[in-house]
């Protein structure tokens, strides 16, 4: 059974950093993309960035580029983001999802929460 849960969110002010974790169990990780989302109620489901299995390849929404860096440690079976230069927009629900290939994520975690506010 694939699990995969995130930890790292919290409360934060504008202009501020914090790192996601994503811990990933039951699926061989190492061959597998990785990705964070993020989820505002009544929103759809925004992607934020991704990286190969490999970690040679990033990608990143518009929104979140120069302020985002998505990592991935294969030995702990582990994919981060670091976000730095956090805005009110930011605040949501993060999300991290594994797949095969890039866009085609088919295990998802529960979510940690983000907010950015004075």
């Known amino acids: 059974q694939v699990q995969l849960v995130e930890s790292g969110g919290g409360l934060v002010q504008p202009g501020g950093s914090l790192r996601l974790s994503c811990v990933a169990s039951?699926?061989?990780?190492?061959?597998?993309?990785m990705a964070w989302f993020r989820q505002v109620p009544g929103k759809e489901r925004e992607f934020v960035a991704a990286?190969?299995?490999?970690?040679?390849?990033?990608y990143y929404a518009d929104s979140v580029k120069g302020r985002f860096t998505i990592s991935r440690d294969n030995g702990k079976n582990t994919v981060y983001l670091q976000m730095n230069s956090l805005k009110p927009e930011d605040t949501a629900v993060y999300l991290c999802a594994q797949g095969r290939y890039f866009g085609d994520y088919n295990y998802w975690g529960q979510g940690t929460q983000v907010t950015v506010s004075s």
């Open positions: 039951g699926r061989t990780f190492s061959s597998d993309a």
């Open positions: 990286i190969s299995w490999s970690g040679g390849s990033t």
